[in-house]
């Protein structure tokens, strides 16, 4: 198969597993959105969806957040981890959208990224997200996955955002980077992984990949 083949491939399973595709992270708003996503840097949506009510309790917006302290904040996240660093961004962050953006979350990639803790996947995943924006963000999932299947060489995100962008049809990137983190924590984890139950790699895998792996699992027979 060519790129393109199994990029057609990828796309035409996908839909079929996730007609619909539900948002990983709890919110109702962009600015409850930037929050969720920049606590889950390093964490798992599970623990930050587990965390965010309780943070967002006391405070949903940019006004009532800045009203509580950072330390009062840190308490609230520190399940999530990296609970310092992430406090100081989200009490920094919601003290510039007062000052700056009118208590609006900005709808520019620019003005997102200049937003304290707020990297390129962050506000990736804000612009597709919440304004609806094309953008492809990759998490660890979309990362191995690419890797998987050949479609990019796995060396940074970086790179794997751009093989992404260049393979998939940009009316398709929104859809695709979610369905395609369900289905790396669905069918092809990265810990206890089966074949059988991957359709994608078991068709169009990385041959060195699907190598490896039958040579692991003959090992423990």
């Avoid at 492809?136 to 299947?149: A, N």
């Amino acid at each position: 198969m060519t790129k393109a083949e199994k990029a057609g491939f990828v796309i035409k399973t996908l839909n079929d597993i996730y007609p619909t595709i539900p948002i990983p992270l709890d919110h109702k708003d962009p600015y409850t959105l930037l929050i969720a996503v920049l606590m889950s840097a390093q964490s798992t949506d599970v623990r930050v969806n587990q965390i965010t009510p309780l943070l967002f309790e006391r405070a949903d917006n940019p006004k009532m957040m800045v009203k509580l302290s950072i330390d009062e904040i840190r308490e609230i996240i520190k399940p999530v981890g990296l609970s310092p660093a992430k406090a100081k961004a989200i009490h920094g962050l919601s003290e510039i959208l007062l000052d700056k953006y009118n208590g609006e979350v900005p709808a520019t990639f620019e003005d997102l990224e200049s937003l304290p803790g707020v990297g390129h996947k962050t506000a990736s995943v804000v612009m597709s997200q919440a304004f609806g924006v094309a953008a492809f963000p990759v998490d660890t999932h979309i990362h191995r996955l690419m890797y998987r299947w050949g479609l990019s060489n796995g060396k940074n995100v970086v790179q794997t955002e751009k093989d992404a962008k260049k393979l998939f049809p940009e009316d398709k990137w929104n859809n695709l980077h979610l369905q395609i983190i369900w289905y790396g924590r669905e069918y092809s984890p990265a810990r206890g992984w089966n074949l059988d139950k991957d359709i994608i790699t078991a068709t169009i895998g990385r041959k060195s990949v699907l190598d490896e792996y039958y040579k692991k699992t003959s090992r423990k027979k």
